[in-house]
């Protein structure tokens, strides 16, 4: 339904990934092989950090590949940490409030995939999300519902526990509103300094996702590279879907697993909902 | 923070009261002499019954002052029966779903004033939704969950009653939540056939509202009109501000006032919250 | 790089051809099968007219598969003879004036394909504009100049003499600065009576362009359908790519060719350039 | 008819001009003082230079106040020099291409004022564009055609000769149709190091234009000033209309006259149209 992209490491100017690659993140909002829909025309976001290490959005309604500013702001502004989504609606209003990636403090989400049935539970989620954050919710999409029921379950303490929560409050929901396999997504968010990606479906059957391979070993496989060279060994992009041919340069995240991107030793492991 | 225009009666084209007329609403949209402010450019909406008798929305977040697609429409589209509303926000986002009029099913529904402190209140507010109605609240305005209380409490069967439950469910929700004077209010809702206009607002110091004189006597006292002569004596406008400076063309609603405009006599009486 | 639509006959509601239809023209924003590009994403325009007979537009840079307003006014607007486009931007700017169709007085112009090296050629073409249409240019796109071209040689008196003259115009230019085959084109022009529509390309390998049958011999071919039934003899239906799959529905214009439909009998007629 | 601001000197985030003043611009876009209009709600853009000197653009057909994405981005950028406009249309379309500021190569440009009569003397003035700089004429404004002819009279080589050639240009057009007064212009332009600003009109009475008092002076003045102690001595601001009340803190540039800030001393000196 939709595509997203999340960076960390050497800091880069956003155009590198947005614009320039082969398969960039725009060139799939018109051409995604691996999504749902080949067509990603129904708005975009950015976040990114910025000098003083705040998290900032640049979202539209407008479709990524024609949009003028998203350019400009890609070829002027670099950061060390970004997140970018295009967004292809599942039903819900094309409005900037709607578009991914949501922030609250210093936390960025963002989400491929959807709740099945939404509108039908969408007023037992709501009504669950914390009285303090309420007040934040914005706009109507099942994934912004999602991040604020993290919030809700303690996603700035433990993200992974709170997203388990998560998760499994939403199949309980849907499975009380006679939804077969109430979730579907592959999940991004960060506080700005880690990375947590997450893939999974009630069916099992989850969208695509795709960590790139250590800079470190990449840059053994192709020492000639330029553009390979002038990275720092520990950036690391996630996907939903591969940007660019280079062999051996994306592992796939395996169905129901979480993966960790952040300095140090990243990490993989299982993901399952908490009852 | 607003201010809005309903018509009922011989079918005319929209740019007659929106575009032609000194002080017509898009010129309020840049020179409100009597909102709070004078300035009403955070988008606008149109809403119309169409030659099947369906209501019709345009709605867009451009002012109203430079929004082409508006002036082709209210060249080219007559009713007998129309709303807009030109907006200012108090603070929710502009987007189209948070723009008047808002319509369920054949009503229409727009807004001028606030709920204070909704921010606080929202939560309270929207879980008293009916659950078959709450999938439709797409925006995230006061304006919008005023429009989804009174449809919980009946709008469509006993629209004044509906409103007067509206009102007091919002200030014994505001006065929990310590907030004095919890609502103020200029309303009008309509089915298609007659038109609800409410002046109310918890301090007793409503937003202005008026209504056009009847036809008939405006044609006795103006008998050279050629504007007046056109229209048949049951049209009637409902208006934040008055269009024009015809005297004696406006009459001023009372405070705690409802009127009600419909085939056969109009009828203006008292309005009071119900607890 | 566009598709269009252009209808003339029984007056219907919009929504019958640009929302309903199996591929109907929103139905090609996404997925057109013949287009140049297989997304129409960079907004679109409806023109009409209206119970008094003028031309109305209604443009937006949106993509028409999200904008919620187009599908309002296509379920509200019923009209004997009516245009639309969705456009897939060959590098000009994406803004409501370079959106077709085009309007002047009582005609309305739409076009896909393209001028070669348009940036090369626009001053050229632009200083042959005549002197007191030139104000009226508003856009920066070679769609616009052709029809300001057309208009400068006679439109308004003889569409396909000054269409004629307008490509010879066009080619000779092209030529003068190298460009090998300057001109590829579909157009659409009407009066509010009357539609020509014009297949032409200077490599002679032109975009496709198709007519409906005249509905009496569709009729008489499918008895049983209601929706051919309520349409009038001589309404048709002229699109770049085909709507639906209806057998025999169809017939292609020829290369170089134009049709013209009409009250009384309409024609087709071979189509050169003016030296 | 707008409102501008021009910054030079110490690096720092746009929102300290663009948001957080008192009669910020983006306050002047709701309520300035001595515009033509009170309201400048046709758009807005800024330029600003970015770490690697190149300059770039945001800009948008919304009205500045309400723009979100302005407010991210004006917390988020910092830069040592910037233009922002704030736009009333006196006419042309609401487009991006027609937003100020203008940009060619590592110029900026951008005017409140206007050319009479424009429509007319357009194509005359278009015609003038050096053949080189007419594919980039992308918008239909006069200010964005005043640049070209200042860039086809020598912008980049010297500034105040080719606006003087310019302005002369537009005069003789004006007065061989018979306008009166042709001009009316605030201008800033820069090379990314320095400042051009030009206040002048054909009848003598121009739009206001001010400049800040030098840093040190102010510093001296008021000693106890926390904002001002961070601003390097040659930081100016160059406004249409003065930010904040600090007495003492602007100079009105006279009629006919430019200045030019840049490293080292200022420059005031009087300005007249070339024959």
């Known amino acids: 339904m939709c595509r997203w992209l999340a960076y960390s490491g050497s800091p880069i100017l956003l155009e590198e990934l947005l614009v320039k690659r082969d398969r960039s993140l725009i060139d799939q909002s018109l051409h995604s092989r691996q999504g749902a829909t080949t067509t990603n025309g129904d708005g975009f976001g950015v976040g990114w950090y910025d000098d003083s290490g705040a998290p900032r959005l640049y979202r539209s309604t407008h479709p990524a590949w024609n949009d003028r500013n998203l350019r400009e702001l890609a070829a002027g502004i670099s950061s060390p940490l970004f997140f970018a989504h295009i967004r292809a609606s599942t039903g819900t209003a094309i409005q900037e409030t ?5 922030r609250h403090g210093r936390w960025l989400w963002m989400h491929n995939g959807l709740i099945r049935e ?3 539970l969408r007023r037992e989620l709501l009504v669950a999300v914390d009285d303090a954050l309420f007040p934040s919710v914005e706009g109507t999409t099942d994934s912004e519902a999602m991040f604020y029921l993290a919030l809700t379950f303690g996603l700035e303490d433990d993200p992974v526990a709170a997203v388990e929560r998560m998760v499994g409050f939403v199949e309980t929901a849907g499975h009380a509103h006679g939804v077969e396999h109430p979730i579907q997504m592959t999940v991004a968010t960060t506080d700005g300094r880690s990375i947590w990606a997450f893939r999974y479906s009630s069916e099992g059957a989850s969208r695509s996702l795709y960590f790139s391979t250590r800079m470190d070993a990449l840059q053994a496989l192709y020492p000639e590279s330029a553009e390979l060279a ?3 060994e520990e950036t690391r992009v996630v996907v939903s879907e591969p ?5 051996g340069a994306w592992n796939e995240v395996p169905e129901s697993h979480v993966g960790i991107v952040r300095p140090g030793s990243d990490e993989l492991r299982p993901f399952a909902p908490a009852p």
Request: aromatic share 12%.
């Open 118 to 120: 939404f509108p039908r």
């Open 98 to 102: 709607n578009t991914h990636p949501f």
């Open 230 to 232: 002038g990275l720092g």
């Open 243 to 247: 940007l660019g041919d280079l062999v």
